[in-house]
């Protein structure tokens, strides 16, 4: 059936964009005109259907422009993909094998030796098998339109999920992207992050890295069977963000930094901009947790270089420029930067959250109003201030509000960072008072930052109140629980 048949008969439009002597033949200018309605009626962007047949994206607007001969193998590839089978492969006599031009090397992005990798078989997320989502979020996957609610396949555990993998990689021909088999990847991922945000345990980190581990095998062997691995790069960028946040709540700061380092690699490969704003606020926080504030502030400057003015990006950059600036002692700068985040916050658009959805019902006043209460205390600590710890404090509060009971590590760490607002204000019998509750569970967290907030308070009470008898009886506690702990 031709295009123009087609069109006749209500089932596709006709393209005349190519028209004789513009270099470009009929049959390739009615072949692309047929894929682009087919991508079209499937709702799918050329990038996006780059990523599921496994073609870089510069290729599918080659073949839509009729400048490209595409090859039987990739015809049959996007008729199965886009559902149109029989549609397209009438339109070629033959495949035209030297049509296809090289994809993007990606060989450099994909090697190099991987951290980690000593934690064992992976085991099941606490809770993954009772609460095993039926779809993913919209927009969750690479491989399909961004309000497509993707299904997911029944759980299985994560040593079945590997070896799906490998035999994926491992196959005659490599697939570049099972839809199934990335569905299950992702929804894994999902039920990993929601155990780090609700657990202080990083347990988790052997199943994130076990998967991501497989997961860049898989892309190098579909790179080297010549095709585009940008869909699992993309993945794999989000699983080493996790795996790197959770090797820095441990203390692994080296080990953190070499998963980022990778994810960043791999998220600009992809043009996942998202996760190379949080790859680079990790960084941040990284630079920030070894005393490094002129690193950490650079780290917050790249993020503004990542979007334009305005929108989510450009509120979490001011955000960890405030931070940065109170790390190096500019109080006004530090201010001004939060001034600009909250005006920020309350600007999003609808687009914004769709991109960051973290950022909606509270979730984004929870981290601005975070990184606000952070600046604030380190300037006060730096300055002995007390109006300016007072100001921490009412962000510190406003942040906790925010925190659902659930999410355990992030309401630990508030709840230490107000208390050391709170003993910065001079307000010692409050900051007790909140503390005291915690202590011990502080202690056995083990989480990095969750340990650094304490030590600051610990310094703060120590140092200024050291004599008095209740401050004692905290250190004494501290003590007592680390041996615990310990033991």
């Known amino acids: 059936m031709s295009v123009q048949g087609a069109s006749a008969g209500g089932t596709g439009p006709v393209s005349r964009k ?5 270099g470009v033949s009929a049959r390739w200018a009615e072949f692309g005109a047929q894929m682009r309605y087919c991508r079209r009626r499937a709702r799918l962007t050329q990038h996006q259907l780059g990523q599921l047949v496994g073609y870089h994206h510069s290729l599918i607007s080659k073949w839509e422009s009729g400048t490209r001969a595409p090859t039987a193998r990739a015809v049959a590839d996007l008729e199965r993909s886009l559902s149109a089978e029989g549609t397209l492969s009438p339109l070629i006599a033959s495949a035209d094998e030297q049509g296809r031009p090289p994809l993007t090397p990606l060989g450099a992005v994909l090697a190099g030796p991987l ?3 000593g934690e064992g078989r992976p085991a099941t997320p606490d809770g993954a ?6 779809r993913l979020a919209p927009g969750g996957c690479p491989l399909h339109a961004a309000d497509q609610a993707c299904a997911v396949p029944p759980f299985g555990d994560p040593t079945q999920l590997t070896d799906r993998i490998r035999a994926a990689r491992e196959a005659a021909a490599p697939a570049a992207a099972e839809p199934d088999l990335v569905h299950l990847v992702l929804a894994l991922l999902d039920r990993c992050e929601y155990n780090a945000l609700r657990s202080t345990s990083t347990t988790v980190l052997g199943t994130v890295e076990h998967v991501l581990r497989a997961l860049a095998a898989w ?11 940008l869909a699992l790069v993309r993945i794999a ?11 820095m709540q441990r203390g692994q700061g080296a080990l953190a930094m070499a998963w980022a380092s990778h994810g960043l690699r791999w998220a600009e490969a992809a043009g996942d901009t998202t996760t190379r704003v949080t790859l680079t606020t990790d960084l941040c926080t990284l630079a920030r947790l070894d005393g490094d504030g002129p690193s950490a502030l650079g780290y917050a400057r790249a993020v503004a270089g990542l979007g334009g003015r305005g929108g989510w990006i450009a509120m979490v950059a001011h955000m960890y420029q405030a931070r940065g600036y109170a790390a190096i002692g500019d109080g006004a700068e530090c201010r001004r930067r939060a001034a600009l985040g909250r005006s920020a916050l309350g600007r999003l658009s609808g687009r914004d959250l769709a991109e960051a959805p973290w950022l ?24 002995g201030d007390r109006a300016t710890a007072r100001s921490a404090s009412e962000a510190a509060l406003l942040a906790l509000e925010q925190v659902p009971a659930a999410m355990l590590p992030t309401r630990l760490l508030l709840t230490l960072r107000l208390a050391d607002c709170q003993a910065g204000a001079g307000e010692l019998d409050a900051a007790l008072e909140l503390a005291g509750p915690v202590v011990e569970q502080a202690v056995a967290a083990r989480r990095r930052t969750i340990s650094q907030e304490l030590a600051g308070l610990y310094d703060h009470l120590t140092g200024t109140w050291g004599g008095v008898r209740e401050v004692r009886d905290f250190r004494e506690r501290v003590r007592a629980a680390g041996e615990s702990a310990g033991a």
């Open 18 to 22: 190519h028209a004789a002597g513009d």
């Open 129 to 134: 098998a009772d609460d095993w989502p039926d």
């Open 219 to 229: 892309g190098e062997a579909v790179n080297a069977a010549g095709r585009s691995p």
């Open 360 to 383: 909606a019902d509270g979730q984004g006043q929870l981290r601005v109003e975070s990184a606000v209460a952070g600046g604030l205390r380190d300037l006060a600590v730096l300055t």
């Open 237 to 247: 960028a989000n699983y080493a963000q996790l795996a790197g946040r959770l090797r």
């Open 115 to 117: 951290p980690g990798g």
